[in-house]
């Protein structure tokens, strides 16, 4: 019915379809065209999800007697051993939709593009038409502030356990395939399995019930908690129902807390309870957008994490590790306006805080400004180089048939590359690169006449880095069981710890370095956690107090880092790096207050460390001239700098020349003079978008 519409209408027209719409029927290898108008638009929404399709990957398909390929689509490695398969080389939705309207303009929206290795909006999509951000939403009260809270879920292993772990879980993956061993360890060892020990859940629930609670009589609301997988989401739950047994309810209709993920009738018995049907889901999204249901808190893994809005969710517990878009994603579920809420909250037990920052950089306040798109022309160049490199390493292997019988040459392929010094790592690495430049090119006509070819090398590249898995010990749940038994032995959770809260502190914007704080901490029982507190507050607070002023981050990051070394390296003792980790903050706090003692503003105080950087500097002119100089250099450099200023050479060189000329009008000392210039305007590059 699509096809029909799409091809029999000569103009006009809106029509809505789903991309997996465009999928080829059974005995075709690449969609129809459709149409070729050229006044056709396709308007994707959420174009962060699936929109990235375009690279072929080689798949061998059953062929029947009869000698047609039957739509047994299967790995590689999956190929049965007499049975008569042929090389398919497959791509995705989004290149189907450009099959079928080749010459259709393609418009995007998204709240959170996507700039990673293999997915890249902008250069699927062109750059930003129209930029209307979190910060811009929030000013205009479209949205409300979204606040955070560190509440990190502290663990630690019992020391006399710590010999026996590894081999335990060594012992656990004998006879597994090389890449499956450190996925064992890696994921669940020492991560999930850790996280989802059960004396940390039985941590986090016990703070999140007090947290709730103690929110909810200042501002009522819902909650949502969003778990590593979906087994830690029936842990936590069950932890949370044996404190509050009157949230617990069998019946979907009634009580306050529930789990929505995704199942079968087929999962473990531990998850059934909690797996519902379409029907039954959809009546829990009514409940739980409804502010007069009881239904007060959702426990999730994935679902309801994007495109979902409940405007009464005021707080959002998060316990998985997250980044990106799904971060900003995930927070938006509290930053909804409704009624008097103040805020959201974004309470967190695993630690995303430098996530987050990272996050709010590239998704808020850059107006369109932000990294720049890769040149596709760019990218093609690249990728032609590597693609070359790798024929070359295949050089005297004839692979001449790869598009009909790509299958059949991969082993030899591999073969011929384990022949060569430092083969495997040098076609994985160069393979690696290729794949990561046709991502960003893939929709220029010049790399589509290479993509086969492309996945033939990627599939050589699977073969050389994986192993086939012929046989597995155990089921993958039994091995699970086994390493969640083996961790959850060795695991004790130590409480909860607000990091303000752990030495005092009532709010996170009171002074965290006055005296009595600093007295409160060196007197802590608990001397590791006074280190790291002191050097997570310290490290905060050097990059929010001092941003944007190249020399005192510089001083204070370097002071920090060789201090910690020095404790790392047990140079020192803990109760020595907490004296002078004390000892640093005193001189933070002295520095980050030197404005107001000096009389100048916070970018007069950050070019008038650029100039007394220079020793002669201080000992030759008076704090009266270096501020003169600063107040000058500040009020000139603030009306000459432009958008782009600093990748115009010709403007940097007037404005070297207007620093200069400031520098030796107040006599400053020629022996540092072009260091403080350098300096000077490497201080207002850090300040020029702002200011520009």
């Not at 990627?458 to 083996?486: M, N």
């Amino acid at each position: 019915d699509l096809r029909a519409k799409l091809g029999n209408r000569p103009s006009g027209g809106i029509v809505f379809a789903t991309i997996q719409k465009f999928m080829p029927g059974e005995d075709e290898d690449t969609f129809p065209v459709l149409s070729d108008r050229h006044n056709i638009v396709v308007i994707a929404d959420e174009a962060h999800r699936t929109q990235y399709g375009f690279e072929a990957k080689l798949k061998n398909v059953r062929v029947t007697k009869a000698g047609a390929a039957a739509n047994d689509a299967r790995a590689l490695q999956a190929a049965e051993p007499g049975v008569e398969y042929e090389a398919r080389y497959q791509v995705g939705y989004a290149q189907h939709l450009r099959d079928a309207l080749p010459n259709a303009t393609f418009v995007a929206f998204t709240g959170t593009p996507v700039s990673s290795e293999d997915r890249d909006t902008r250069a699927v999509f062109g750059d930003y038409i129209h930029v209307y951000d979190m910060q811009q939403a929030k000013e205009d009260g479209a949205t409300v502030a979204i606040y955070f809270e560190s509440r990190l879920a502290k663990l630690s292993l019992k020391e006399e356990e710590l010999p026996h772990l590894d081999e335990e879980v060594d012992e656990l993956a004998e006879d597994e395939e090389e890449s499956q061993q450190a996925k064992l360890k890696s994921r669940w060892a020492a991560l999930e399995k850790v996280v989802g020990a059960e004396p940390r859940i039985a941590a986090v629930a016990a703070d999140l019930v007090a947290h709730f609670e103690e929110r909810n009589k200042a501002q009522t609301g819902k909650a949502m908690v969003v778990a590593m997988s979906r087994d830690i989401c029936v842990h936590l739950y069950n932890e949370i129902v044996k404190l509050r047994p009157d949230w617990h309810d069998a019946d979907p209709e009634k009580g306050a807390i529930k789990i929505v993920m995704t199942g079968s009738a087929s999962d473990k018995a531990l998850l059934r309870p909690h797996i519902y049907s379409s029907q039954v889901k959809k009546r829990l999204e009514k409940r739980f957008k409804d502010p007069q249901d009881d239904l007060r808190i959702v426990i999730v893994r994935d679902m309801w994490l994007t495109g979902f809005d409940a405007p009464c969710v005021h707080t959002l517990y998060v316990d998985k590790p997250m980044k990106g878009h799904n971060l900003m994603q995930a927070i938006a579920r509290v930053n909804r306006v409704f009624k008097d809420k103040q805020g959201g909250l974004v309470v967190d037990y695993i630690g995303i805080a430098n996530e987050l920052k990272s996050a709010l950089k590239e998704y808020t306040a850059s107006q369109g400004r932000g990294r720049p798109t890769v040149d596709a022309a760019e990218a093609y160049s690249i990728l032609a180089e590597k693609l070359d490199i790798l024929r070359g390493m295949l050089h005297g292997f004839d692979y001449s048939d790869f598009l009909t019988a790509g299958h059949k040459r991969l082993a030899g392929a591999a073969n011929h590359v384990l022949g060569q010094k430092d083969g495997k790592q040098r076609f994985a690495d160069t393979a690696l690169a290729m794949s990561k430049a046709f991502t960003l090119c893939c929709t220029l006509d010049e790399a589509k006449a290479v993509r086969e070819e492309v996945a033939f090398m990627q599939a050589v590249k699977v073969i050389l880095t994986k192993r086939d898995i012929s046989q597995k010990k155990r089921t993958d749940e039994e091995r699970e069981l086994a390493i969640r038994q083996i961790i959850g032995s060795a695991v004790v959770s130590e409480d909860v710890v607000d990091v303000f809260e752990a030495v005092g502190l009532d709010k996170p914007n009171i002074g965290i370095l006055d005296d009595d704080f600093l007295a409160e901490v060196r007197n802590l029982p608990e001397k590791n956690l006074a280190v790291e507190l002191l050097e997570r507050l310290l490290e905060g607070e050097i990059k929010t107090r001092f941003a944007g002023n190249l020399v005192q981050v510089k001083k204070f990051s370097e002071m920090l880092s060789n201090v910690v070394k020095r404790y790392q390296n047990r140079a020192i003792e803990t109760a020595q790096v907490i004296e002078e980790l004390i000892d640093m903050a005193k001189k933070f706090h002295a520095a980050a207050n030197r404005g107001d003692e000096l009389g100048l503003n916070e970018d007069e105080i950050r070019f008038y460390d650029a100039l007394a950087n220079n020793e002669s500097a201080v000992r030759e002119l008076n704090d009266e001239t270096l501020k003169k100089i600063a107040h000058e250099l500040t009020e000139n450099l603030r009306q000459n700098l432009t958008v782009d200023w600093s990748v115009k050479e010709s403007v940097r060189a007037k404005l070297r020349i207007m620093v200069r000329r400031i520098l030796r009008k107040y006599k400053y000392p020629p022996d540092q003079q072009e260091e403080a210039i350098q300096l000077v305007l490497q201080q207002a590059e850090a300040l020029g978008e702002a200011w520009a």
